[in-house]
């Protein structure tokens, strides 16, 4: 599903298998959050952000993702670390070899992401945090067609490190690196999307 696009009730409800209440139900609540836009006569869309909004919607999650992660590292514990660790093994499996399909990486990125701020004791900045994480990985999978082999490499030494760094409660670089991690993508995501038309003010 790309910015800008038609969502028609009557497709989703032969692609998803469900009843027409939960579309519509999941629609009013994507237009809550403003992920989708209704118009009439027009019905409902996926919202085409301009380039300013998708700068501001990666910068927030980024230093709400940064605040988890700085107070995980403060409280975090042996299972903490476990758990942290477990979720770099996977990601090891997928990231240290050839590009594999979005749907396998996702999950397994989602995984270590979660595990370094799962220690974080601020339940409610944690639901907060995901609704933002969600936002950003819809723009990131856009991306993802674009992405090589080496990129993802590099992306491993990055989440290598980021690990290293945590259970060694090296804070400040932590989540400095972490920071450079979310935003390094930021405004090349940018351009990508306004090349291919998918942001409002794009050719």
Known sequence: ILPGEKLHCENLKHQLDVGM?????????LTATNLVT??????YSVKKMNAEELSDNILTFAEIECLCFRLAIEHGDDEWEGNIISALHCLKKIES??????????PLNEKFHNALVSACPL?????IRNEFYKRHQWYVRLSYKS???????????EHKQLADLAIKKNQEKAVEMLMEHITSGKDPLIAQLSTQGMLNGSS
């Open 38 to 43: 209704f118009e009439e006569h027009k019905g």
């Open 21 to 29: 209440s939960p579309i519509r139900e999941a629609l009013a609540k």
């Open 97 to 106: 070899g050839r590009k594999v399909d979005y749907s396998v990486w996702a």
């Open 123 to 127: 339940h409610p900045l944690i639901q």
């Open 147 to 157: 992405v090589d082999s080496a990129t993802i490499q590099a992306n491993y030494r």
